[in-house]
């Protein structure tokens, strides 16, 4: 079991990308609603992407783990199975320490249709938390959904990109 959570939790970088620490970003102060319109949320969400992936870089999931609905499911490339936040939370011990990642990430596309909006982009991983040096690109989505005034990640799903 803890192989495989390792596992997965090592590929939930793929939906959670990192990027060098001169490119950290701070999350929006206040997040605009869906009437906002749809290039205030999309903006306001990247912004909050880019900060939950600079927080893997240094092997830190609680940034995920805060703007993760108490619904959040999983399916990360190499996973049998979808799994709950229940994972990503116990993934914030197995992540100490292992602050090696090395993630770009590529925005692709959003929509946004009521109190839901889904963020497409690609990632590309050269190095594992433990600094193994790797050649991965994954298709990643976020389903975000506003509920009590704020974006929460309710869903997440990769997949090895067919380029």
């Not at 602050?99 to 959003?110: N, P, S």
């Amino acid at each position: 079991m803890m192989r495989r959570l390792s596992f997965a939790l090592s590929l939930l970088a793929l939906s959670a990308c990192a990027l060098p620490s001169p490119m950290r970003a701070e999350p929006p102060s206040a997040e605009p609603a869906p009437a906002d319109g749809a290039d205030a949320v999309r903006d306001a969400l990247w912004q909050k992407e880019v900060a939950i992936y600079e927080g893997r870089s240094r092997g830190d999931l609680s940034y995920y783990v805060g703007n993760a609905s108490p619904a959040f499911l999983a399916w990360t490339s190499g996973t049998k199975e979808p799994f709950r936040k229940d994972a990503l939370e116990a993934g914030m011990a197995t992540m100490k320490g292992r602050g090696q990642e090395a993630i770009t990430t590529r925005f692709l596309d959003f929509s946004l249709s009521g109190d839901t909006a889904i963020l497409y982009y690609r990632n590309h991983r050269t190095r594992l938390p433990d600094g193994t040096a790797v050649d991965q690109t994954y298709d990643n989505i976020h389903v975000w959904q506003w509920a009590d005034g704020v974006w929460k990640v309710l869903a997440s799903m990769s997949r090895h990109a067919e380029e």
